[in-house]
């Protein structure tokens, strides 16, 4: 019977891998149809964030 279990499980673990695996490919291919911000965009954030100072890093 604990063989019939394993088998079982290996078996909804695999599945489950498989649609996971599916859904980030979708996920991919939804964010990458288009891009977050444009390349005018993308290079004046660098450009803004080139001039800003380095901010420390606090300690714990």
């Known amino acids: 019977m604990k063989k019939n279990n394993d088998y079982q499980m290996d078996k909804n673990v695999t599945y489950l891998n498989k649609y ?11 964010v990458s149809e288009q891009p977050l911000m444009s390349l005018q965009e993308c290079i004046e954030q660098a450009k803004r964030l080139r ?4 901010k420390p890093v606090p300690k714990k």
């Open 20 to 30: 996971h695996r599916q859904q980030s490919k979708k996920m991919i291919r939804k």
């Open 51 to 54: 001039d800003q100072p380095l």
